[in-house]
């Protein structure tokens, strides 16, 4: 696109000997025969330069020029006096915030060479306020992003409480359904604690007991992880996780009973150490499978992740009778993974808060596969 330039000049003859030196270089011509005139082009069409006459009735030139300079949206319009008035007289145009001169009568290349170095000028500053215009831009969207960023990491870490990075890397892609909408889903529940840890809580220091369940919880919540459940809460010894939710875990029942008997082994080991010390501990198991009603539950800044039905009672209850080392499951569990796992009958249980007396296994170990 060729440059735009305004011609300014009460003489009709001069201004046609410009435009017609200007037009046979390409360029564009647009033209005003005074100072009022001019400015009002100034502000339509937008010129890239302005030659402008200095000695016209109304405004003069020094005038025009001054205008042109006070408003910030042609501050940095290139503006070339033409006068044949005496060299002096450009200091007054100088202070009035010419960019260059001409002499009358004009030499062609002297008029086209300057107007060359102006528009090259222009063009420079126009590119540097297009970028400046765009690294603002760009600035902003990388604010919006980091800010965007910084809720996703803050949504990232809430999750990471209780669920395991799979999971969490499929809710944030949106393939797992919003953890703030209740739903209803087939699970299972394992639910976990430590044999005497009552009594040992009411005989060992405070920092003793901080140890045994720093070093339980860390080791629960990397087998947990690994085999992508979900921690529903930990209190104290305490811990339920839930298995096809929010992710869906295929044979999440057999999966349930892997992860239990990893724990265990886990535990077993870790209460080796713990008698060292002096401390008996014991580890057992409740687990069930069932429907359950799940979603995110509590105050604004402090949200868990909660099943509610009978299936979880049925485990914390189940759990609360296990011996140390026994896993124990319900017959709906049971049914699902009895051909891939070696078990024994407890019989019927009477636990508290259910009507029935419920039917119970004690997982021994792992089928081989056939």
């Not at 001019?38 to 020094?62: F, Q, R, T, W």
């Not at 919003?178 to 060992?204: P, Q, Y």
């Not at 080796?272 to 069932?290: I, R």
Request: hydrophobic share 45%.
């Amino acid at each position: 696109m060729s440059a735009k330039i305004l011609v300014v000049d009460d003489n009709p003859r001069n201004i046609k000997l410009l435009a017609e030196l200007l037009k046979a270089e390409k360029y564009e011509v647009i033209t005003a025969d005074s100072g009022e005139a001019a400015l009002k082009l100034v502000a339509a069409e937008k010129p890239d330069l302005v030659l402008l006459d200095v000695m016209m009735p109304g405004m003069n030139g020094y005038e025009v020029c001054q205008a042109i300079r006070a408003d910030p949206a042609t501050a940095i319009l290139p503006v070339v006096l033409v006068t044949a008035l005496d060299p002096q007289e450009r200091i007054k145009g100088l202070q009035a915030g010419a960019d260059d001169f001409l002499t009358k009568p004009v030499n062609q290349p002297e008029l086209l060479a300057r107007v060359k170095s102006l528009l090259r000028i222009k063009s420079l500053y126009d590119t540097v306020q297009r970028q400046s215009g765009e690294l603002a831009h760009w600035n902003q969207t990388l604010e919006a992003r980091v800010a965007d960023q910084v809720t996703e990491l803050d949504r990232l870490s809430k999750l990471r409480r209780f669920v395991s990075p799979r999971v969490c890397d499929l809710i944030l892609a949106g393939e797992v359904d919003d953890l703030h909408k209740v739903r209803r889903r087939e699970i299972s529940v394992v639910f976990t604690d430590l044999r005497g840890f009552t009594a040992f809580n009411e005989i060992a220091e405070p920092e003793e007991v901080m140890g045994v369940l720093r070093d339980y919880h860390e080791t629960l919540g990397r087998i947990i992880m690994a085999h992508d459940g979900t921690i529903e809460h930990v209190a104290g010894d305490g811990v339920m996780v839930l298995l096809n939710d929010p992710a869906p875990i295929a044979e999440h029942e057999l999966a349930a009973v892997r992860m239990a008997l990893e724990m265990r082994e886990a535990v077993n080991a870790l209460a080796t150490s713990w008698k060292k010390f002096g401390h008996e501990l014991g580890f057992g198991v409740g687990m069930a499978s069932g429907y359950a009603t799940m979603g995110a539950v509590g105050i604004e800044g402090r949200r868990d992740y909660v099943a509610a039905g009978t299936v979880c009672n049925l485990a914390a209850r189940l759990c609360s009778e296990a011996k140390s080392g026994q896993i124990l499951l319900a017959q709906r569990a049971y049914a699902k993974v009895e051909a891939r796992v070696h078990a024994e009958p407890i019989g019927e249980l009477t636990l508290k808060g259910l009507h029935r007396a419920v039917a119970a296994y004690n997982i021994i170990d792992l089928a081989p596969a056939v």
